[in-house]
């Protein structure tokens, strides 16, 4: 099997591509296409850098040639390559327009040129839009409310309009909030955790009531390769955790996993638009794949504190 992973150096895509590589004999060639973005860092792939499978390409998934070139040469694409984080998208919506609408788009566009593609496209539960109880099924409508669900969105949209009109085997994945190690410290765990770690302030936005499902990195990285080897073409995957914890109980945690209290957070005003709760009913992943996240929170919480305690040089560079 080869497989071709966008956005392969950063967070989810750097796990994706170890784990690949670690618990798959069968695995011919791991190909990282990734433009290295502020969040994309060859760091995440040190520890497979010596591994002969592995190949590192720098580009963009915006240029549809080198793609397709790419694309030709292996069986499947993973698509991770993606501006990720909802602060941003409020600030500079329109990169998020270019990568995760117009890149993906390309990717598609690529692969129907090449024919005999499978690809992954990984997703996000915030395209659902807010939910105040209960779950989404994969058959909810879509209402995106930030750009950055907006552009993921429109992207699904994108995938599933090119299953439908060229018959592209492309999959989808939506996934709720992941953590773990090598998360960029700009997303609320290691922002919170780093900063606690230098005895510096967090800031917590509103009263801190939204409330996230959380699932460690691992276990997504788990349900993308279940999909990506047993998933059915046009299908769409919910993949959650199943711990729901609102951001100032999440805050409490990390607190506590620091070494520092309450004094230390500064209540700032909320994020514009800030939904108050997603969650995701991934029974169908579930019933379909056999997939369930094997990570307690706790424990996967105190590991990752330990690593960003262990590794401060990856996130002071
Ligand atoms: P990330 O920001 O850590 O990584 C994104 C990677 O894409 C980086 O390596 C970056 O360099 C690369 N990239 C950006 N633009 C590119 C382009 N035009 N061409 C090639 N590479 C490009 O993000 P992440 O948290 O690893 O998220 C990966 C995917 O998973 C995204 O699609 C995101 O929507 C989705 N997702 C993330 C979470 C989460 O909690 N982090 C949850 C659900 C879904």
Redesign the pocket.
């Known amino acids: 099997m080869k497989t071709l992973v966008?956005?392969?150096?950063?967070?989810?895509?750097?796990?994706f591509v170890r784990s690949l590589l670690a618990d798959s004999a069968e695995q011919q060639k791991v190909t990282v296409?990734?433009?290295?973005?502020?969040?994309?860092?060859l760091t995440?792939l040190e520890p497979v850098r010596d591994d002969p499978r592995l190949e590192f390409v720098k580009?963009?998934?915006?240029?549809g040639e080198q793609v397709a070139e790419l694309m030709a040469e292996h069986d499947a694409v993973v698509?991770?390559?993606?501006?990720?984080?909802v602060d941003r998208s409020i600030a500079h919506g329109g990169?998020f327009v270019?990568?995760?609408v117009l890149?993906t788009q390309t990717l598609l566009e690529a692969a129907v040129r090449v024919g005999r593609t499978t690809v992954v496209h990984?997703?996000?539960?915030?395209v659902y839009g807010s939910i105040p109880e209960g779950t989404w099924t994969e058959r909810a409508p879509l209402a995106p409310n930030s750009p950055?669900a907006a552009a993921?969105a429109g992207?699904d949209l994108l995938a599933l309009a090119y299953h439908r009109t060229h018959g592209l085997d492309v999959r989808i994945?939506?996934?709720?909030?992941?953590?773990g190690p090598?998360?960029?410290p700009e997303?609320i765990i290691p922002l919170f955790v780093t900063r606690l770690l230098e005895g510096r302030r967090v800031p917590l936005y509103g009263d801190g009531s939204q409330v996230r499902d959380w699932?460690h990195?691992k276990d997504?990285c788990r349900a993308i390769r279940l999909v990506l080897e047993g998933g059915r073409a046009g299908e769409v995957y919910n993949?959650g955790g199943g711990t729901e914890l609102t951001n100032r109980q999440l805050t409490g945690r990390l607190l506590a996993a620091c070494d520092a209290d309450w004094d230390s957070v500064d209540h700032v005003a909320d994020r514009k638009g800030h939904d108050l709760r997603y969650s995701v009913d991934w029974s169908k992943i579930r019933t379909e794949l056999g997939y369930e996240p094997r990570h307690a929170f706790d424990e996967g919480l105190a590991e990752t504190v330990a690593w960003y305690r262990e590794n401060r040089e990856w996130w002071r560079r």
């Open positions: 966008t956005g392969g150096a950063g967070f989810i895509g750097s796990h296409l990734d433009a290295l973005a502020y969040a994309g860092n995440n580009g963009d998934i915006l240029d698509n991770l390559a993606a501006e990720s984080h990169t270019s990568t995760n890149g990984v997703s996000t539960d915030e950055y993921k992207s994945t939506r996934c709720s909030n992941n953590y090598y998360q960029f997303k699932l990195v997504h993949v």
